[in-house]
Protein backbone atom coordinates (compact mmCIF):
# COMPACT_ATOMS: atom_id res chain seq x y z
CA UNK A 1 0.00 0.00 0.00
CA UNK A 2 2.92 2.43 0.62
CA UNK A 3 3.99 1.63 -2.73
CA UNK A 4 1.14 3.04 -3.99
CA UNK A 5 0.75 5.59 -1.92
CA UNK A 6 4.42 6.74 -3.35
CA UNK A 7 4.03 6.29 -6.56
CA UNK A 8 0.61 8.56 -6.37
CA UNK A 9 2.77 11.51 -5.03
CA UNK A 10 5.26 11.51 -7.52
CA UNK A 11 2.69 11.39 -10.22
CA UNK A 12 0.99 14.83 -9.11
CA UNK A 13 4.06 16.43 -8.74
CA UNK A 14 5.11 15.81 -12.06
CA UNK A 15 2.68 18.86 -13.39
CA UNK A 16 4.78 21.24 -11.04
CA UNK A 17 8.15 19.76 -11.88
CA UNK A 18 7.04 20.31 -15.18
CA UNK A 19 6.24 24.40 -14.30
CA UNK A 20 9.37 24.50 -11.97
CA UNK A 21 11.02 27.67 -13.77
CA UNK A 22 12.39 30.43 -12.31
CA UNK A 23 11.84 33.05 -14.85
CA UNK A 24 8.75 33.98 -16.85
CA UNK A 25 9.56 34.49 -20.97
CA UNK A 26 9.74 37.99 -19.77
CA UNK A 27 12.09 37.65 -17.72
CA UNK A 28 10.05 38.13 -14.63
CA UNK A 29 9.05 36.00 -11.72
CA UNK A 30 7.57 32.66 -12.81
CA UNK A 31 4.91 33.07 -9.78
CA UNK A 32 3.38 35.73 -8.25
CA UNK A 33 0.74 38.30 -8.86
CA UNK A 34 0.85 41.18 -11.59
CA UNK A 35 -1.67 43.69 -11.02
CA UNK A 36 -2.54 46.20 -14.10
CA UNK A 37 -4.78 48.44 -14.88
CA UNK A 38 -5.77 49.94 -18.08
CA UNK A 39 -7.84 52.48 -21.38
CA UNK A 40 -9.38 50.67 -24.12
CA UNK A 41 -11.70 52.21 -26.91
CA UNK A 42 -13.53 50.24 -29.30
CA UNK A 43 -16.75 49.97 -30.84
CA UNK A 44 -20.04 47.76 -29.61
CA UNK A 45 -22.68 46.81 -32.44
CA UNK A 46 -25.07 44.32 -31.91
CA UNK A 47 -26.57 41.72 -34.52
CA UNK A 48 -30.58 42.75 -35.71
CA UNK A 49 -32.27 39.81 -33.90
CA UNK A 50 -30.41 40.07 -30.53
CA UNK A 51 -31.79 40.18 -27.05
CA UNK A 52 -32.21 43.98 -27.45
CA UNK A 53 -34.96 43.90 -30.13
CA UNK A 54 -35.44 46.87 -32.14
CA UNK A 55 -36.70 50.29 -32.10
CA UNK A 56 -39.24 52.10 -34.70
CA UNK A 57 -36.99 53.87 -37.31
CA UNK A 58 -33.49 51.93 -35.61
CA UNK A 59 -32.19 48.62 -37.37
CA UNK A 60 -29.29 47.67 -34.47
CA UNK A 61 -27.98 48.56 -31.04
CA UNK A 62 -24.23 49.96 -31.34
CA UNK A 63 -21.85 53.26 -30.36
CA UNK A 64 -18.67 54.03 -29.27
CA UNK A 65 -16.78 52.92 -26.00
CA UNK A 66 -14.08 54.14 -24.00
CA UNK A 67 -13.23 51.79 -20.92
CA UNK A 68 -11.27 51.85 -17.74
CA UNK A 69 -10.19 47.85 -16.83
CA UNK A 70 -8.50 47.06 -14.06
CA UNK A 71 -7.28 43.25 -13.45
CA UNK A 72 -4.53 40.36 -12.18
CA UNK A 73 -2.59 37.51 -13.61
CA UNK A 74 -1.40 35.08 -11.72
CA UNK A 75 1.72 33.89 -13.94
CA UNK A 76 2.75 30.04 -13.61
CA UNK A 77 5.40 29.51 -15.82
CA UNK A 78 5.43 29.88 -19.59
CA UNK A 79 0.93 30.04 -19.21
CA UNK A 80 -1.14 32.54 -16.75
CA UNK A 81 -4.28 32.72 -15.69
CA UNK A 82 -6.45 35.80 -14.30
CA UNK A 83 -9.80 37.56 -13.82
CA UNK A 84 -10.11 41.29 -15.13
CA UNK A 85 -13.24 44.22 -14.14
CA UNK A 86 -14.41 46.47 -16.81
CA UNK A 87 -16.34 50.17 -16.31
CA UNK A 88 -17.29 51.25 -19.74
CA UNK A 89 -18.95 54.27 -21.02
CA UNK A 90 -20.63 54.23 -24.40
CA UNK A 91 -21.90 56.65 -26.95
CA UNK A 92 -24.94 56.41 -29.59
CA UNK A 93 -27.16 53.95 -28.30
CA UNK A 94 -25.24 52.68 -25.53
CA UNK A 95 -25.11 54.25 -21.83
CA UNK A 96 -23.21 52.34 -19.50
CA UNK A 97 -21.49 48.88 -19.81
CA UNK A 98 -19.46 47.01 -16.92
CA UNK A 99 -18.69 43.28 -16.43
CA UNK A 100 -15.96 40.74 -14.90
CA UNK A 101 -14.49 38.19 -16.78
CA UNK A 102 -11.49 35.64 -15.99
CA UNK A 103 -8.59 35.10 -18.37
CA UNK A 104 -6.37 32.71 -19.29
CA UNK A 105 -3.29 32.15 -22.13
CA UNK A 106 -0.01 32.12 -22.70
CA UNK A 107 3.23 34.62 -22.35
CA UNK A 108 4.33 35.23 -25.48
CA UNK A 109 7.97 36.02 -26.93
CA UNK A 110 9.68 38.66 -24.13
CA UNK A 111 6.34 40.53 -23.03
CA UNK A 112 3.52 40.05 -24.90
CA UNK A 113 0.44 38.11 -23.89
CA UNK A 114 -1.78 35.84 -26.01
CA UNK A 115 -5.20 35.24 -23.96
CA UNK A 116 -9.26 33.71 -24.17
CA UNK A 117 -11.58 35.02 -21.98
CA UNK A 118 -15.34 34.53 -20.58
CA UNK A 119 -17.49 36.62 -18.16
CA UNK A 120 -20.70 38.59 -17.36
CA UNK A 121 -21.17 41.71 -18.87
CA UNK A 122 -24.09 44.01 -17.84
CA UNK A 123 -25.38 46.84 -21.18
CA UNK A 124 -27.74 49.64 -20.07
CA UNK A 125 -29.00 50.63 -23.38
CA UNK A 126 -30.35 54.63 -23.94
CA UNK A 127 -33.04 56.44 -26.04
CA UNK A 128 -35.44 53.37 -25.94
CA UNK A 129 -32.88 50.10 -25.66
CA UNK A 130 -33.17 48.31 -22.72
CA UNK A 131 -30.66 47.16 -20.40
CA UNK A 132 -29.22 43.55 -20.44
CA UNK A 133 -26.88 41.04 -19.36
CA UNK A 134 -25.31 37.97 -20.42
CA UNK A 135 -22.35 36.14 -21.02
CA UNK A 136 -19.23 37.93 -22.92
CA UNK A 137 -16.39 35.59 -24.28
CA UNK A 138 -13.23 36.92 -26.35
CA UNK A 139 -10.00 36.58 -26.82
CA UNK A 140 -6.77 38.92 -27.47
CA UNK A 141 -3.50 40.07 -27.42
CA UNK A 142 -0.77 42.50 -25.71
CA UNK A 143 2.49 43.43 -26.95
CA UNK A 144 5.13 44.53 -24.58
CA UNK A 145 7.84 46.88 -25.56
CA UNK A 146 10.35 44.14 -26.22
CA UNK A 147 8.43 42.63 -29.27
CA UNK A 148 8.03 46.04 -31.08
CA UNK A 149 12.09 47.21 -30.49
CA UNK A 150 11.55 49.09 -27.33
CA UNK A 151 12.48 46.87 -24.43
CA UNK A 152 14.80 49.25 -22.82
CA UNK A 153 11.97 51.91 -22.34
CA UNK A 154 9.88 50.34 -19.57
CA UNK A 155 11.39 47.13 -18.48
CA UNK A 156 9.62 43.80 -18.01
CA UNK A 157 6.53 44.67 -17.21
CA UNK A 158 5.75 48.39 -17.90
CA UNK A 159 2.94 49.09 -20.96
CA UNK A 160 1.96 46.85 -23.32
CA UNK A 161 -0.53 48.21 -26.39
CA UNK A 162 -3.61 45.41 -26.09
CA UNK A 163 -5.96 44.62 -28.86
CA UNK A 164 -9.22 42.49 -28.30
CA UNK A 165 -12.66 41.17 -29.74
CA UNK A 166 -15.31 40.30 -27.66
CA UNK A 167 -19.20 38.83 -28.40
CA UNK A 168 -21.85 39.44 -26.12
CA UNK A 169 -23.28 35.89 -26.10
CA UNK A 170 -22.24 36.05 -29.35
CA UNK A 171 -25.12 38.53 -30.55
CA UNK A 172 -22.68 41.35 -31.32
CA UNK A 173 -19.03 42.50 -32.39
CA UNK A 174 -16.88 44.27 -30.16
CA UNK A 175 -13.38 44.82 -31.22
CA UNK A 176 -11.28 47.08 -28.45
CA UNK A 177 -7.71 48.46 -28.53
CA UNK A 178 -5.49 50.52 -26.18
CA UNK A 179 -2.66 50.89 -23.40
CA UNK A 180 -2.47 48.23 -20.32
CA UNK A 181 -0.41 49.46 -17.40
CA UNK A 182 1.09 46.48 -15.44
CA UNK A 183 2.17 47.63 -11.46
Not at 26 to 55: K, N, Q
Not at 90 to 106: H, L, M, N, P, T
Not at 165 to 174: A, L, N
Request: charged share 20%; net charge negative.
Amino acid sequence: MKKYLLAAAMVAALPSAAFAQDTAPDGTDAFGIEPYVGVLGGYHTFDRGSEFGRIPGETIMNGALISGIAGVNVPLGPVFVGVEGNATKGFSDIDWEYGVKGRFGARAGESGLIYASAGYQWVNGKGGWPDRKDWMYGAGVEVGPKEIGMGGITGNSGVRVRFQVDTYDFDSFRPMAGLVFHL
